[in-house]
């Protein structure tokens, strides 16, 4: 398991280190960086000025070292628009993001396991056509379409959820959500949920045929001792993994879920800086999303071992 | 000795997308209490699908069992194990029946400590709380051989080898002292030395606890080793059915006559796997409408294409099912 564990960081380490490279090195393909930072009509003499403020001179490989060091400790530089460092703003946009990826994720296990163990346990059932039918709609309907549809629904006709905007609310200190991101937090985890129905259905119809499930009823046990005991625990370990992933990819920020509904998160606030070619704070939350997609999936293997014991015990 | 067990004219199909698979014709014999009785056959002769239809195993549908019956005898009277509902049928699974499968590293559940595996029976059978249970477990550990039972009750199967994950299935099978046991092909996926080793021990604790064993093999070899009687399945029927030394001096029908025939001399020490004689089996797809080993028959001649053969007694407990008379080079013409 230690082994294991350590295979895994060194891994998630190699990872983020080629990210930077990436995102370092994509600023360089783009042109010269110092002509984003200058005013349009600035002279020869100002854009070399700013260059050398900046460091822009100096060879890559020095840049690059600079570039990681800062990035280290969260330092990106400011961003180019908000004159304040890029990662700070990251931060404030953070508790949104969380919001609305925790509420997406609750939702989309909330009903995609369930209907995934009622089909894979009936196979052919009008349940397995709901799971299977589910399952088709989460991975084809496109989320920001959904979006639109349910507030004009819920919001505009039915007036039930607000249209757009987050609203939080106050307890002892505690920010709490509102109605406000139900409809979000829907349209956003309806893929996570296509996955985990399909998953969890496709899980369980494989497990059900295995022989330690026929040993299991060789033994006497009733049906639902069998499900709980045998069946879903096999098919709860690699649920861990899908879960793991799929949070990962709720917590980067939905660029479209989050543009639509106003909803003040990390990818509303991507596209406001890919629009104002903020590349300060684009680089910052490149980095930032990869980190957390990077630790999600260590934790998530740490916890799949974890559950697994041919992991825990192996070698 | 009364029999434990009366198998009669058991009928099992399965109903596929394909057709339908004719899996079971008519499968009939008996089982003693105590004894060893060993079923031999070639691949898809139906020697799995006769036990599990016995239990309720298999997986319906595709299966459905369409005729026969299963009679089961015990202190407390008869029961035809066929027309038990699901409630009914699952106090017998594992408690007055055991089941050895082939292969034991898929058939223990990989997240489960074995002490767990065990104890589940247990718990659901004789009622056991939990420290009886950890109790008893750990005795069954010692029982089928395994070292350091205490701590090796917390353990998973992957950290067993082979055939020490047999045993544990050995265990599984035997830990509600049932009346028969069913090991089908316990010793295939295991090496010789183990092989043997496994054949020992059940005999042994088939021996102390007077269970009957119902013992599925390729393995001729295992068969004269440890059987009273054995029964030589064909297509879904049992052709013949013997006493061992029996068997081994006088087969009786064509099939039997092929696989000993087939068999490497057995002076060398190892096992010898059933080796299949010329042809190939029957496709099952079709119902049955003549001896269904015509086809691969030596001796076979117009009414084998033409009837179904019954079965015949050729000695007290020796019966075939042909049409043909090998002894006397003729057709029975009491048949
Ligand atoms: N689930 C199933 N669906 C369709 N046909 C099946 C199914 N299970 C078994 N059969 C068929 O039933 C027949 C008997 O199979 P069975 O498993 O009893 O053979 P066997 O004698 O145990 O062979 P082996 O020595 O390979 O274990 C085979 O022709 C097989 O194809
Ligand atoms: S009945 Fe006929 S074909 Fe069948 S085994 Fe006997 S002799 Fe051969
Ligand atoms: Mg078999």
Same mark, same amino acid.
């Given at each position: 398991m230690q082994r294991y564990i350590l295979s895994r960081l060194f891994q998630s380490i190699m990872i983020l280190f080629g990210v930077l490279f990436i995102i370092f090195f994509m600023l360089q393909a783009t042109g010269d960086p110092v002509s984003l930072m200058v005013?349009?009509?600035?002279?020869p003499e100002e854009i070399e000025a700013v260059r050398e403020a900046m460091g822009f001179n100096r060879p890559l490989i020095v840049q690059f070292g600079d570039f990681i060091a800062g990035a280290v400790v969260?330092?990106?530089?400011?961003?180019?628009?908000?004159?304040?460092p890029a990662m700070d703003l990251i931060l404030e946009r953070l508790p949104a993001t969380v919001e609305l990826a925790t509420t997406a994720l609750f939702m989309a296990m909330l009903i995609g396991i369930p209907l995934g163990l009622l089909g894979g346990s009936n196979p052919g059932s009008l349940w397995d056509t709901l799971a299977r039918g589910a399952g088709l709609i989460g991975q084809t309907i496109p989320n920001f379409w959904l979006a639109l549809i349910l507030i004009i629904v819920f919001?505009?006709?039915?007036?039930?959820?607000?249209?757009f905007g987050r609203e939080t609310w106050q307890f002892l200190g505690i920010t709490l959500p509102t109605r406000s991101v139900i409809l979000p937090a829907f349209a956003l985890g309806l893929f996570t949920m296509g996955q985990l129905v399909r998953f969890t259905r496709s899980a369980v119809m494989e497990i059900r045929s295995e022989d330690f499930v026929r040993t299991a009823y060789s033994k006497g046990l009733s049906d639902r001792q069998i499900y709980i005991r045998h069946i879903l625990r096999n098919a709860a370990i690699p649920l861990i993994s899908i879960i793991g992933v799929q949070f990962g990819y709720l917590l980067s920020g939905s660029i479209y879920i989050e543009t639509i509904c106003s909803w003040p998160g990390l990818g509303n606030l991507l596209a406001e800086a890919i629009g104002n070619r903020d590349f300060a704070l684009v680089q910052a939350i490149a980095f930032f999303t990869s980190l957390v997609v990077v630790t999600l999936n260590l934790l998530t293997d740490i916890a799949y071992g974890l559950a697994d014991p041919r992991i825990r015990y192996g070698d | 000795m009364a029999p434990i067990l009366e198998v009669s004219d058991l009928v099992t199909r399965f109903y596929t997308f394909d057709g339908v698979v004719h899996a079971l014709n008519g499968v009939s014999f008996d089982l003693q209490a105590g004894e060893t009785l060993a079923i031999v056959g070639?691949? #898809?002769? #139906?020697k799995s699908v006769t036990m599990m239809s016995l239990l309720h195993l298999l997986p319906m549908p595709p299966a459905r069992i369409e005729g026969g019956s299963a009679l089961f005898h015990d202190d407390s009277g008869t029961i035809d194990l066929l027309k038990l509902n699901r409630a009914e049928i699952s106090r017998v699974r594992g408690g007055r029946i055991g089941f050895i499968f082939q292969d034991a590293l898929s058939a223990?559940?990989?997240?489960?400590t074995v002490g767990r595996q065990i104890a589940e029976s247990l718990e659901r059978h004789? #009622?056991?709380g939990h420290e009886q249970c950890r109790r008893r477990v750990v005795e069954l550990l010692e029982k089928v051989g395994i070292p350091g039972a205490k701590q090796r $009750?917390?353990? $998973?199967?992957?950290? *067993?080898s082979g055939g020490m994950r047999q045993r544990v299935m050995i265990a599984v099978a035997m830990a509600c002292n049932p009346k028969i046991v069913i090991a089908?092909?316990?010793?295939?996926?295991?090496?010789v030395t183990v092989q043997a080793q496994i054949v020992e021990l059940t005999q042994q604790l088939q021996r102390e606890l007077g269970i009957a064993v119902i013992w599925i093999t390729h393995d001729l070899g295992v068969v004269a080793g440890i059987a009273d009687r054995v029964l030589v399945m064909y297509a879904g029927r049992p052709v013949e059915i013997a006493p061992v030394d029996d068997l081994y001096d006088h087969p009786g029908h064509p099939y039997t006559i092929g696989l000993l025939e087939a068999l490497?001399?057995?002076?060398?020490a190892g096992s010898k796997r059933l080796i299949s004689i010329e042809g190939s089996p029957p496709d099952l797809m079709a119902p049955p409408a003549?001896?269904?080993f015509a086809w691969r028959c030596? $001796?076979? *001649?117009?009414r084998c294409w033409n009837e179904v053969p019954p079965q015949v007694s050729v000695g007290p407990q020796h019966h075939i099912t042909c049409f043909y008379d090998v002894n006397r080079e003729r057709p029975r013409d009491n048949v």
């Amino acid at each position: 398991m230690q082994r294991y564990i350590l295979s895994r960081l060194f891994q998630s380490i190699m990872i983020l280190f080629g990210v930077l490279f990436i995102i370092f090195f994509m600023l360089q393909a783009t042109g010269d960086p110092v002509s984003l930072m200058v005013s349009r009509n600035a002279s020869p003499e100002e854009i070399e000025a700013v260059r050398e403020a900046m460091g822009f001179n100096r060879p890559l490989i020095v840049q690059f070292g600079d570039f990681i060091a800062g990035a280290v400790v969260g330092d990106f530089g400011d961003s180019l628009r908000h004159k304040q460092p890029a990662m700070d703003l990251i931060l404030e946009r953070l508790p949104a993001t969380v919001e609305l990826a925790t509420t997406a994720l609750f939702m989309a296990m909330l009903i995609g396991i369930p209907l995934g163990l009622l089909g894979g346990s009936n196979p052919g059932s009008l349940w397995d056509t709901l799971a299977r039918g589910a399952g088709l709609i989460g991975q084809t309907i496109p989320n920001f379409w959904l979006a639109l549809i349910l507030i004009i629904v819920f919001a505009v006709k039915l007036g039930w959820l607000p249209a757009f905007g987050r609203e939080t609310w106050q307890f002892l200190g505690i920010t709490l959500p509102t109605r406000s991101v139900i409809l979000p937090a829907f349209a956003l985890g309806l893929f996570t949920m296509g996955q985990l129905v399909r998953f969890t259905r496709s899980a369980v119809m494989e497990i059900r045929s295995e022989d330690f499930v026929r040993t299991a009823y060789s033994k006497g046990l009733s049906d639902r001792q069998i499900y709980i005991r045998h069946i879903l625990r096999n098919a709860a370990i690699p649920l861990i993994s899908i879960i793991g992933v799929q949070f990962g990819y709720l917590l980067s920020g939905s660029i479209y879920i989050e543009t639509i509904c106003s909803w003040p998160g990390l990818g509303n606030l991507l596209a406001e800086a890919i629009g104002n070619r903020d590349f300060a704070l684009v680089q910052a939350i490149a980095f930032f999303t990869s980190l957390v997609v990077v630790t999600l999936n260590l934790l998530t293997d740490i916890a799949y071992g974890l559950a697994d014991p041919r992991i825990r015990y192996g070698d | 000795m009364a029999p434990i067990l009366e198998v009669s004219d058991l009928v099992t199909r399965f109903y596929t997308f394909d057709g339908v698979v004719h899996a079971l014709n008519g499968v009939s014999f008996d089982l003693q209490a105590g004894e060893t009785l060993a079923i031999v056959g070639e691949s #898809g002769s #139906g020697k799995s699908v006769t036990m599990m239809s016995l239990l309720h195993l298999l997986p319906m549908p595709p299966a459905r069992i369409e005729g026969g019956s299963a009679l089961f005898h015990d202190d407390s009277g008869t029961i035809d194990l066929l027309k038990l509902n699901r409630a009914e049928i699952s106090r017998v699974r594992g408690g007055r029946i055991g089941f050895i499968f082939q292969d034991a590293l898929s058939a223990l559940n990989p997240v489960m400590t074995v002490g767990r595996q065990i104890a589940e029976s247990l718990e659901r059978h004789l #009622g056991l709380g939990h420290e009886q249970c950890r109790r008893r477990v750990v005795e069954l550990l010692e029982k089928v051989g395994i070292p350091g039972a205490k701590q090796r $009750y917390r353990n $998973y199967p992957h950290q *067993f080898s082979g055939g020490m994950r047999q045993r544990v299935m050995i265990a599984v099978a035997m830990a509600c002292n049932p009346k028969i046991v069913i090991a089908d092909e316990p010793t295939t996926a295991l090496d010789v030395t183990v092989q043997a080793q496994i054949v020992e021990l059940t005999q042994q604790l088939q021996r102390e606890l007077g269970i009957a064993v119902i013992w599925i093999t390729h393995d001729l070899g295992v068969v004269a080793g440890i059987a009273d009687r054995v029964l030589v399945m064909y297509a879904g029927r049992p052709v013949e059915i013997a006493p061992v030394d029996d068997l081994y001096d006088h087969p009786g029908h064509p099939y039997t006559i092929g696989l000993l025939e087939a068999l490497p001399r057995m002076d060398a020490a190892g096992s010898k796997r059933l080796i299949s004689i010329e042809g190939s089996p029957p496709d099952l797809m079709a119902p049955p409408a003549h001896c269904q080993f015509a086809w691969r028959c030596r $001796y076979a *001649f117009e009414r084998c294409w033409n009837e179904v053969p019954p079965q015949v007694s050729v000695g007290p407990q020796h019966h075939i099912t042909c049409f043909y008379d090998v002894n006397r080079e003729r057709p029975r013409d009491n048949v």
